[in-house]
């Protein structure tokens, strides 16, 4: 079946240092992939995504970019901030049948980010 | 706009008991998701509710059972507690299709004792 395989955190990282966390996926059909973060005491929220290969989706200084060769999505930052402490999801989804609506993640990966 | 709302926030419970839990959808929204998150770990999907139907289901017990009403708001239900169902139980609201995005709430946590 379809898995999200992520880094292990906690990745901890001092503030304007850039941040890459590692996702690959293994999936049967042709899925679209996302990056949700939580931040404690909170529910997941949409950071970025990318529905087809070698496209690039980005937020908030965030980008991540579809790598079907090497089935990776990986997350980057080029200089983080103390509030990007948080722990961020990497997921799946297939959109090509009827489990469009189940989304695959991975552990999450913690990062922290110190002044 | 209101966003997703769950109720209760944190419930205790006793193994082999029963419990709902609740979920309104965000404005406009037709389509619910259950997820499950143990401590440190990612969610894992439960099942998801369109029109009232159940629309594909994860791999967990019929136990886990839910309901969509005719306000789109929904509710998880679990029988038979047993102590590996303690986590965060997340409900994420959206549109009808593979092109929209779930908005999740900010979850109940379910501990079992």
């Known amino acids: 079946g379809d898995s999200v395989t992520q880094m292990e955190g906690p990745v901890t990282l001092s503030e304007e240092a850039f941040l890459t966390i590692n996702c690959t996926y293994t999936?049967?059909?042709?899925?679209?992939l996302f990056w949700y973060v939580q931040y404690p005491g909170e529910g997941l929220q949409l950071l970025l995504k990318a529905t087809k290969a070698d496209d690039k989706g980005s937020n908030k200084g965030f980008e991540a970019t579809y790598r079907k060769e090497t089935t990776s999505f990986h997350l980057e930052k080029g200089s983080v901030q103390v509030s990007d402490s948080a722990v961020y999801f990497c997921?799946?989804?297939?959109?090509?049948?009827?489990?469009?609506?189940?989304?695959?993640f991975g552990a999450g990966t913690q990062v922290v980010v110190t002044p | 706009e209101t966003g997703v709302t769950q109720s209760p926030t944190h419930l205790i419970k006793t193994r082999g008991q029963q419990v709902t839990l609740r979920c309104s959808s965000q404005?406009?929204?037709?389509?619910v998701s259950w997820y499950q998150q143990a401590l440190g770990q990612g969610p894992q999907f439960i099942f998801q509710?369109?029109?009232?139907?159940?629309?594909g289901r994860g791999n967990f017990p019929p136990r886990f059972s839910g309901l969509q009403f005719p306000n789109y708001s929904s509710e998880l239900n679990v029988n038979a507690l047993e102590l590996d169902d303690s986590a965060l139980y997340l409900c994420a609201s959206s549109l009808a299709g593979p092109l929209y995005e779930q908005y999740f709430g900010p979850g109940t946590r379910l501990t079992v004792t």
């Open positions: 997921a799946l989804s297939d959109m090509t049948t009827d489990s469009w609506g189940k989304l695959q």
């Open positions: 999936a049967t059909g042709y899925p679209s």
């Open positions: 509710y369109y029109r009232e139907e159940e629309n």
């Open positions: 404005s406009g929204h037709n389509t």
